[in-house]
């Protein structure tokens, strides 16, 4: 394929004390922290829409602080995810989307939908609940990415529901949740959440190496060999995908050493 996507690698938020002398300059002022990140890194995942809304002067001083190409995904409210009934979110999804987060323009990523580890798939509310999602807000079109957590949802089913619906199915590189590598969307999203406080580059170099080829073969509409899938028999069409790939969870320390690393590997910057 002459044609590839663009991928994108990051890390969550960017505020962290430790990154303080480290990845950030000695003395760099807090509040240019994200003009700096957003400078040495290509995307960021914000965990604070998770928690509570912003206001849309948050997100509009955002994106005026950050260069062209680099985006923002958000992680959903947790009010909208954390409920037994999906197909009765349609009220806290219209409250998160209309909260002023399309004041980032452009700099608008994927909106991250992340699922507790004890709820467990029920295609008939999980369906509803996709259907509640809508394509495009405030004109601007929306990603959205589901992080699912139980085993219940490794299955076809799910794989064939999401794929319906032009959702993502997160890829996590996790200890203990599911790994689901099935391309779903027109984008991939993977979490590595494998890393080490005690390797420089957060993931090994030779992992970072195995990563980065991994990410070049989604963004030109593969489908890495060596990730598992539970529906190998129903491949995506191949077509060039943007990627994002955040390192998250452990290993945080080096997290932004780990996203510039794999940046270099798998695509110069943006």
């Known amino acids: 394929m002459s044609k590839s996507g663009t991928i994108r690698t990051g890390i969550g938020g960017w505020t962290f004390d430790p990154w303080e002398g480290t990845f950030y300059p000695d003395k760099l002022a807090k509040k240019r922290q994200l003009e700096f990140a957003s400078r040495e890194l290509t995307a960021i995942e914000v965990n604070g829409t998770y928690y509570g809304s912003q206001k849309p002067e948050t997100f509009a001083k955002w994106a005026s602080e950050v260069p062209d190409g680099f985006v923002f995904s958000l992680k959903a409210s947790r009010f909208t995810t954390n409920r037994k009934v999906l197909a009765e979110a349609g009220e806290s999804i219209e409250r998160f989307l209309t909260q002023g987060l399309t004041e980032l323009g452009p700099h608008l990523g994927p909106i991250l939908w992340q699922f507790a580890p004890t709820k467990k798939f029920e295609p008939d509310d999980f369906e509803a609940f996709l259907k509640l999602l809508p394509a495009k807000q405030d004109g601007l ?7 699912v957590r139980n085993p219940s949802f490794m299955v076809p089913e799910f794989v064939a529901l999401a794929r319906r619906h032009g959702a993502a199915i997160v890829y996590a590189h996790h200890d203990e949740y599911p790994e689901i590598a099935d391309v779903t969307g027109d984008f ?9 406080d005690d390797v420089e580059s957060c993931y090994p170099p030779k992992d970072l190496d195995a990563w980065a080829e991994r990410l070049k073969t989604w963004a030109d509409g593969g489908q890495p060999a060596d990730l598992p899938m539970i529906d190998a028999g129903q491949p995506a069409a191949r ?8 390192f998250i969870t452990s290993g945080k320390v080096n997290a932004p050493n ?8 798998a695509q110069p910057r943006v």
């Open 258 to 265: 780990g996203a510039r690393e794999l940046q270099k590997r």
């Open 188 to 196: 991939v999203y993977a979490r590595l959440q494998r890393g080490s």
């Open 239 to 246: 077509e060039p995908r943007d990627v994002f790939a955040f």
């Open 141 to 147: 079109p929306l990603r959205h990415a589901l992080e």
